[in-house]
């Protein structure tokens, strides 16, 4: 089609009104005039002649002479239209398309074939054999200017192959993708809307359709992180769990400094150290405790400020939804983004739906409660977390951020079970420890809250650190660390690890030899399995 692949290098320079040269596309072929039920004349002796150039030129075998009588054609046709009152002839511009059709030209054919099909209609099945021979070297030829880089050559081809295949829904498809990848997510949007009309429910086109939606919804996402809210967001964040922290910290020092000391005779000098001890966490408290409202706050405001960068994102991942309902990692991807956007109602209706939904991972639902207590969602957090621990109650990860999350919500019994259930999966880390005490503290139990403070500090004379669990190949291996905290050497310790798989069974165990330590010593820990499928651990000491 060597006429409209010439156009496509015209359009690298915009010059669309230029006058195409004539390129035959045809051979020596049959003459074949208006077929019913169209039933167009020539009406006028010079459409008339027009229409005898065109025969011999469909009819001839020798190039010059197609060549020359299409021009010819041509010539009579528009002195026709223009100069002899043939404007308002169907039969002129029927032959009119039939010409631009044999030299290749697309948009003179959708123009004059338009013409003919305002006031005949009836030749729609007619007109739509010629289109058909141009409609694929336009789509093609469009394709092939963007993959070239010519983005406005392509923009206007594929307009024209639309014009010529109005119900092809890949052509706006690929619009939307080249669209997409000019960072013109608006007009993306805009053709993947229309390719959703036409493609319906078309599996053929689904792998079109699923590209074309997620390249914008991911192109807004990515406009949105670069928006100083979404930066502003992870400082006001970073102050809120930095005050929080400090809250948990020192209520539960401060109490156990209390309850140590509370009703004991003691020295001045102790006496006087004890007080000077106990302003100074009672004043950092205090003042951690005022700072924290305003750092709420502050989030809050910067979320709404995060909202209107990150808007056309979520609209663009609820209509890929629309589409794709089953799709489980763009929901769990839309959830998180509505946590740090700070939209709740729709927030909990997805953590409603994900919380049953058996065909989720647990590591990907673990991450996503993770993030919705980050982002300071701590109830949202729970209920996503709580289906994971119900399908799996050996996930430290979720079990350690339900801690936190009851801790903020202020409620000690969830928080001393949740507690309870971790220490069953890690029971010798003094973070978990922690927790517990912490518990205790929100009931105002010195001697608990003192207890389980004492057995995080040196209680439990270990302090057993994993830093990750790692398949390799067919191997799965848990790291960490064992550190001596009793304050004294520490004779050798056992310590037997359970690889666990999705459905909470064990499938493996192995055994961690750690050798006598001296007084804060440390030693690393390794501990792997030849099998396979295993997503969490737990531990406990054999001697």
Same mark, same amino acid.
């Given at each position: 089609?060597?006429?409209?692949?010439?156009?496509?290098?015209?359009?690298?320079?915009?010059?669309?009104?230029?006058?195409?040269?004539?390129?035959?596309?045809?051979?020596?072929?049959?003459?074949?005039?208006?077929?019913?039920?169209?039933?167009?004349?020539?009406?006028?002796?010079?459409?008339?002649?027009?229409?005898?150039?065109?025969?011999?030129?469909?009819?001839?075998?020798?190039? /010059?002479?197609?060549?020359?009588?299409?021009?010819?054609?041509?010539?009579?046709?528009?002195?026709?239209?223009? @100069?002899?009152?043939?404007?308002? *002839?169907?039969?002129? !511009?029927?032959?009119?398309?039939?010409?631009?059709?044999?030299?290749?030209?697309? !948009? /003179?054919?959708?123009?004059?074939?338009?013409?003919?099909?305002?006031? @005949?209609?009836?030749?729609?099945?007619?007109?739509?054999?010629?289109?058909?021979?141009?409609?694929?070297?336009?789509?093609?030829? %469009?394709?092939?200017?963007?993959?070239?880089?010519?983005?406005?050559?392509?923009?206007?081809?594929?307009?024209?192959?639309?014009?010529?295949?109005?119900?092809?829904?890949?052509?706006?498809?690929?619009?939307?993708?080249?669209?997409?990848?000019?960072?013109?997510?608006?007009?993306?949007?805009?053709?993947?809307?229309?390719? @959703? #009309?036409?493609?319906? &429910?078309?599996?053929?086109?689904?792998?079109?359709?699923?590209?074309?939606?997620?390249?914008?919804?991911?192109?807004?996402?990515?406009? %949105?992180?670069?928006?100083?809210?979404?930066?502003?967001?992870?400082?006001?964040?970073?102050?809120? &769990?930095?005050? =929080?922290?400090?809250?948990?910290?020192?209520?539960?020092?401060?109490?156990?400094?209390?309850?140590? !000391?509370?009703?004991?005779?003691?020295?001045?000098?102790?006496?006087?150290?004890?007080?000077?001890?106990?302003?100074?966490?009672?004043?950092?408290?205090?003042?951690? =405790?005022?700072?924290?409202?305003?750092?709420? #706050?502050? =989030?809050?405001?910067?979320?709404?400020?995060?909202?209107?960068?990150?808007?056309?994102?979520?609209?663009?991942? $609820?209509?890929?939804?629309?589409?794709?309902?089953?799709?489980?990692?763009?929901?769990?991807?839309?959830?998180?983004?509505?946590?740090?956007?700070?939209?709740?109602?729709?927030?909990?209706?997805?953590?409603?739906?994900? +919380?049953?939904?058996?065909?989720? #991972?647990?590591?990907?639902?673990?991450?996503?409660?993770?993030?919705?207590?980050?982002? /300071?969602?701590?109830?949202?957090?729970?209920?996503?977390?709580?289906?994971?621990?119900?399908?799996?109650?050996?996930?430290?990860?979720?079990?350690?951020?339900?801690?936190?999350?009851?801790?903020?919500?202020?409620?000690?019994?969830?928080?001393?079970?949740?507690?309870?259930?971790?220490?069953?999966?890690?029971?010798?880390?003094?973070?978990?420890?922690?927790? =517990?005490?912490?518990?205790?503290?929100?009931?105002?139990?010195?001697?608990?809250?003192?207890?389980?403070?004492?057995?995080?500090?040196?209680?439990?004379?270990?302090?057993?650190?994993?830093?990750?669990?790692?398949?390799?190949?067919?191997?799965?291996?848990? *790291?960490?660390?064992?550190? *001596?905290?009793?304050?004294?050497?520490?004779?050798?310790?056992?310590?037997?690890? +359970?690889?666990?798989?999705? +459905?909470?069974?064990?499938?493996?165990?192995?055994?961690? #030899?750690?050798?006598?330590?001296?007084?804060?010593?440390?030693?690393?820990?390794?501990? $792997?399995?030849?099998?396979?499928?295993?997503?969490?651990?737990?531990?406990?000491?054999?001697?």
């Amino acid at each position: 089609m060597r006429a409209l692949r010439q156009f496509v290098l015209a359009l690298a320079s915009l010059t669309i009104a230029a006058v195409i040269g004539p390129g035959p596309l045809l051979g020596q072929e049959e003459w074949r005039g208006p077929q019913d039920p169209c039933k167009v004349k020539a009406g006028h002796f010079l459409v008339t002649g027009a229409t005898n150039h065109l025969r011999i030129a469909v009819q001839s075998d020798d190039p /010059g002479r197609r060549e020359s009588r299409l021009r010819e054609a041509h010539r009579v046709l528009m002195d026709a239209i223009e @100069n002899r009152g043939q404007d308002d *002839n169907p039969g002129a !511009w029927y032959f009119l398309g039939r010409y631009y059709v044999y030299v290749g030209d697309g !948009w /003179g054919a959708d123009s004059a074939f338009s013409k003919v099909l305002e006031t @005949n209609p009836e030749c729609a099945a007619d007109i739509a054999v010629y289109v058909d021979e141009l409609a694929p070297f336009a789509r093609a030829d %469009a394709i092939e200017a963007w993959q070239s880089g010519h983005i406005d050559s392509a923009a206007v081809l594929f307009q024209l192959a639309r014009a010529l295949m109005p119900q092809d829904a890949e052509i706006p498809y690929f619009m939307s993708m080249m669209y997409s990848n000019g960072g013109q997510f608006d007009s993306a949007f805009k053709y993947v809307q229309i390719g @959703n #009309e036409l493609a319906g &429910d078309d599996p053929d086109l689904t792998r079109r359709k699923r590209q074309a939606m997620l390249d914008i919804a991911r192109g807004y996402e990515a406009i %949105a992180f670069e928006d100083p809210a979404a930066m502003q967001i992870i400082e006001s964040r970073t102050q809120r &769990d930095t005050l =929080m922290r400090a809250v948990t910290r020192d209520s539960v020092l401060l109490a156990n400094l209390i309850a140590q !000391w509370a009703g004991k005779p003691l020295r001045p000098d102790v006496q006087q150290a004890v007080a000077r001890d106990s302003a100074r966490l009672a004043e950092r408290l205090a003042a951690a =405790m005022a700072a924290l409202p305003a750092a709420v #706050e502050a =989030m809050q405001r910067d979320s709404t400020a995060v909202d209107g960068a990150i808007g056309p994102a979520l609209e663009a991942y $609820e209509a890929f939804l629309v589409e794709f309902p089953d799709d489980t990692e763009t929901k769990l991807r839309l959830l998180r983004r509505y946590s740090m956007a700070g939209r709740a109602g729709q927030m909990e209706v997805l953590v409603t739906e994900l +919380s049953t939904d058996q065909s989720i #991972e647990l590591i990907d639902l673990s991450q996503a409660g993770v993030s919705l207590f980050n982002d /300071g969602h701590p109830a949202a957090a729970v209920r996503l977390l709580s289906a994971v621990t119900e399908r799996n109650p050996y996930l430290r990860t979720a079990l350690y951020t339900m801690c936190r999350a009851y801790y903020a919500m202020q409620d000690p019994e969830s928080l001393k079970s949740t507690a309870a259930a971790l220490l069953e999966v890690d029971p010798m880390s003094p973070q978990n420890l922690r927790m =517990m005490a912490a518990a205790y503290d929100l009931v105002r139990n010195a001697d608990s809250t003192r207890y389980w403070v004492a057995q995080a500090d040196t209680g439990v004379g270990w302090s057993v650190r994993i830093t990750q669990m790692v398949t390799m190949g067919p191997r799965t291996v848990i *790291n960490g660390t064992v550190s *001596n905290i009793s304050g004294h050497p520490a004779e050798p310790l056992t310590l037997e690890f +359970s690889f666990i798989d999705e +459905s909470a069974a064990v499938i493996a165990t192995a055994t961690a #030899e750690i050798p006598a330590l001296a007084r804060g010593g440390r030693e690393a820990l390794a501990v $792997e399995t030849d099998q396979t499928g295993a997503v969490t651990w737990r531990y406990r000491r054999v001697q």
